[in-house]
């Protein structure tokens, strides 16, 4: 397969030709470049994460570049991988639906694609609602996606199956980032900057209450 073709059916994939997510879930030549549409996607929203760091903050931690492009990118890739073994299993055994675990996985990596438009998540004022919208489009494309791939699956069971891999990524990687750790690809680094924000209000809180210790027993 050429880069034109897997280019061309991204594109298809981005503008809702159904057709694509048929061709992809019988492909299996395709598998390792959805996986690799999905690991750029993922490394696009760390370089946002990234320059929202040096655009917004006044200065970064050390290890920002390595947390928020590296690091952060590998763990949210592998809670995607995650999320989708999750999503195919209520499909496959909660309900029962006959789904190839393969041309499923090529279908659902295609569709965290738009992932990649987390990079404007570094523009100050309108960044979060990129953020936001980020989540959104992957929870619409991977419905879309899916439906068009088996069309012969109830769509509210595919709902219900994708809300549940969604779970997994959009719950666990808040919790391995911290004010210490900015493992937060795109839209996840306002996780951080709320951790960060927490820690400092904290910290200050400390202070406050030592200061008005140490006048309680040694004020006049």
């Known amino acids: ?13 981005l503008m809702l ?4 997510f048929v061709e992809v879930r019988d492909d299996v030549v395709f598998t390792l470049f959805a996986l690799a549409s999905a690991a750029i996607a993922v490394l696009i929203g760390g370089i946002g994460s990234f320059l929202w760091g040096k655009v917004v903050l006044d200065s970064t931690p050390d290890g920002f570049l390595l947390d928020t492009i590296v690091l952060g990118s590998i763990f949210l890739l592998f809670l995607w991988l995650i ?11 909660l309900y029962g639906e006959k789904v190839t675990s393969d041309g499923f996985a090529r279908v659902g990596l295609l569709c965290h694609v738009p992932f990649a438009l987390s990079l404007l998540v570094f523009l100050p ?5 990129f953020g936001v919208l980020t989540i959104a489009a992957m929870f619409f494309y991977s419905n879309f996606g899916l439906r068009a791939a088996y069309p012969n699956i109830d769509p509210l069971r595919i709902m219900v199956s994708v ?3 969604f779970a997994v990524w959009t719950m666990f990687l808040p919790i391995l980032t911290s004010s210490g750790n900015a493992f937060a690809p795109g839209t996840f680094v306002f996780e951080w900057t709320g951790d960060v924000a927490e820690s400092v209000t904290s910290n200050l809180s400390d202070i406050s209450d030592f200061q008005q210790s140490f006048q309680e027993t040694f004020g006049s």
């Open 17 to 20: 030709d159904e057709t694509v």
């Open 163 to 165: 809300l549940a891999g």
């Open 125 to 129: 004022e309108i960044g979060f609602g």
């Open 83 to 93: 999320g989708l073994i999750v999503t195919y299993l209520v499909l496959s055994q």
């Open 1 to 13: 397969m050429t880069f034109e073709q897997v280019i061309s059916r991204i594109r298809r994939a």
